[in-house]
């Protein structure tokens, strides 16, 4: 069974970081690309970052230089490393992992991340 779950979120100051983690197990972790995506109340779910089995990463301009993904293979997990955050970073931020020869998408539950003063 694919189980993807995330952790790290909370309460922040504006300027302020957190890191968040996505332990991964039931599948061959090193061949899945990962991905963050988050969505806030009445917007879209959006893409934030991904790192891709090889390594490379991808951001959103909106957090490019601010956030930095990564990703431990023996331990099976992703982190994404969240810095000089603002209001609107708030939403539910979501782990997922994708692999071109898996049947589907593999989704965590979120993480809720509220940036406020």
């Known amino acids: 069974q694919v189980q993807l779950v995330e952790s790290g979120g909370g309460l922040v100051q504006p300027g302020g970081s957190l890191r968040l983690s996505c332990a991964a197990s039931?599948?061959?972790?090193?061949?899945?690309?990962m991905y963050w995506y988050r969505q806030s109340p009445g917007k879209q779910r959006e893409l934030v970052a991904d790192?891709?089995?090889?390594?490379?990463?991808d951001y959103a301009d909106s957090v490019n230089g601010r956030f930095t993904i990564s990703r431990d293979n023996a331990e099976k997990m992703v982190y994404l490393q969240m810095t000089s955050l603002k209001p609107e970073d708030t939403a539910v931020y979501y782990c997922?992992?994708?692999?071109?020869?898996?049947?589907?998408?593999?989704w965590g539950r979120g993480t809720q991340v509220t940036v406020s003063s």
């Open positions: 997922s992992a994708y692999y071109i020869y898996s049947p589907r998408n593999y």
């Open positions: 039931g599948i061959s972790f090193d061949i899945y690309d």
């Open positions: 790192i891709r089995s090889g390594g490379s990463t």
